[in-house]
């Protein structure tokens, strides 16, 4: 009898409180740009193609494509007339994407093919517009008081989904979490950095290097009310950084422990919610953040009094005393009569066992690479020599090893290793006292040695990009740098701390 009680309970909460997506509005329509099939013998890139896709009087386009083909070394260019700025694709990138692009701002976007050497059947077809409302019209709101408290906030670990207007927030480099009703449709996106809306409240997108497509296929979803309302999925990489979005932002949430009272806790939510009157209509679905009372705990949900409007569902629930993330923010229920709050808004637990499978399940489908270093160097006449890495070590990406504190205009090596424990039968680290150079060590087994001077300015680097292969995935190598440095021992040389990659994908 009582948990035939507790599901009608919860049946009524659900149908009482509203979830608080906010979808972008827009019209979309019919495209008939096609480039026919290009061949290109030439021995270089180059454009074969030009078109426009615009919807005069749009506050932004998003362009979708059927048929295209990107033979190898081939490539497809889309730049928005409105703030120039750009989107490239490849063959890999747009089918990540979904051949749907990013969004941009205006009504009007260049089209380019650009067909590589020697290619064959080059081809660009967009069939489809999708064109926003440049001033669209805010939805209800879940204020805990008389008036919306909200600041303006600039949090890099979270993003604008799109075109479904929730909030996501990363838990690692490509693992972002939503309220379950936020994803029920396919070519979605999330974008960080969002820029004030206009002045009329339309939307504002940032360039497409901050804008991220979901891989769909690694969606994990629950969407039944309140404390049953989660998403788990993946983001691909950008398609003109290649990077995933936690590497360029930088950071992502620290999972947290759901607290066991109310007393003494509080909680902030962070996201993209609407604005009405008398709030600027520039703050309209950009990110702002409030904190508030924690008000109740159930077995799968949180309750709890910040400021939420609609734009809002998916926002992370954050611990204020610890900063770390406890839940999902799914339904507004807040409400003010006569100066005194009402209802409380309300969000999925982290700790349900479903999500956190789901979420452990998610971080082990895609292998971001790392630097790592390793020891530390001897110190010479510029100082300690340090080797770092530039970018990301993963497949078909450009790095750099980057060595500094040496002294200029000397001979040098860049030593790449496929061990940073043994070499032959001797073990690494091995001390170089023996040859006149106390206090350096050997880290890597100098399997490649590359001559690299250390140049003028004493900053001598090396670049190069990885291969597309995926044999190479989980792959380590290690690198180290040895300087000439007459004045720093007898054996005349420093070198640098050994520094490790591991390939990712």
């Known amino acids: ?54 919807v005069p009087g749009a506050g932004w386009l998003r362009l ?45 976007v260049d089209v380019e093919l650009v067909a590589g050497p020697g290619t064959k059947a080059n081809r660009v077809m967009v069939v489809k517009l999708d064109a926003g409302d440049p001033a669209p019209i805010p939805g209800p709101s879940s204020i805990c008081g008389p008036t919306d408290d909200r600041t303006l906030s600039s949090d890099k670990r979270q993003g604008r989904q ?75 990489r950008n398609s003109n950084t290649r990077m995933y979005p936690g590497q360029k932002q930088g950071s992502w949430y620290e999972i947290g422990v759901v607290p066991g009272s109310t007393t003494g806790n509080d909680i902030r939510v962070t996201g993209y919610g609407t604005v009405s009157a008398p709030v600027s209509p520039t703050w309209n679905q950009v990110q702002k953040t409030h904190v508030g009372p924690l008000w109740s705990i159930a077995a799968t949900s949180l309750g709890y009094r910040p400021d939420t409007t609609g734009g809002n569902s998916g926002s992370p629930v954050i611990h204020e005393q610890t900063g770390k993330a406890v839940g999902i923010h799914t339904h507004g229920g807040c409400g003010n009569s006569g100066g005194t709050i009402s209802g409380q808004n309300y969000g999925t637990r982290i700790d349900r066992a479903d999500l956190q499978a789901a979420l452990a399940s998610r971080r082990t489908l895609k292998r971001p690479g790392s630097f790592s270093t390793v020891g530390t160097g001897c110190a010479g006449g510029a100082g300690t020599p340090s080797l770092a890495g530039e970018g990301w070590p993963d497949l078909r ?31 690494l680290p091995f001390p170089l006292a023996g040859i006149g150079a106390p206090l350096c060590s050997l880290r890597v087994s100098p399997d ?58």
Request: hydrophobic share 40%; glycine share 10%.
């Open 448 to 505: 490649v040695i590359v001559p690299l001077g250390t140049g003028a300015a004493g900053t001598p680097s090396f670049t190069f990009t990885l291969p597309n292969s995926t044999a190479l995935i989980g792959v380590r190598f290690h690198n180290q740098y040895v300087a000439g440095d007459p004045g720093a021992n007898a054996a005349g040389i420093t070198v640098s701390n050994g520094l490790t990659a591991w390939i990712g994908d």
């Open 162 to 236: 799109s075109p479904t207007g929730c909030s996501t927030w990363l838990v690692s480099e490509f693992v972002a979490l939503t309220a379950g009703h936020c994803t029920g449709t396919s070519q979605q996106q999330v974008h960080f950095n969002v820029p004030l809306s206009t002045s009329g409240g339309g939307l504002v997108f940032p360039p497409p290097e901050d804008q991220y497509a979901y891989d769909m296929t690694t969606l994990q979803r629950l969407s039944g009310g309140v404390g049953a309302d989660w998403s788990v999925v993946c983001v691909n």
């Open 1 to 54: 009898m009582r948990t035939h009680l507790l599901a009608c309970a919860a049946l009524a909460l659900a149908v009482a409180v509203p979830a608080q997506s906010e979808p972008f509005r827009f019209t979309s329509h019919p495209a008939a740009l096609d480039s026919g099939y290009v061949d290109h013998p030439g021995a270089t890139a180059q454009v074969v193609y030009r078109g426009l896709a615009s």
């Open 64 to 108: 979708y494509f059927d048929r295209t083909n990107l033979p190898a070394g081939s490539s497809l260019r889309l730049t928005a007339r409105h703030d120039r700025a750009v989107q490239v694709f490849d063959a890999v990138s747009l089918r990540e994407y979904a051949d749907a692009s990013a969004y941009f701002n205006g009504d009007a």
């Open 397 to 427: 990406l450009t790095i750099r090893l980057q060595a500094a504190n040496v002294v200029a205009n000397q001979a040098g090596v860049l030593l790449f290793g496929a061990s940073a424990t043994v070499w032959g039968s001797t073990p």
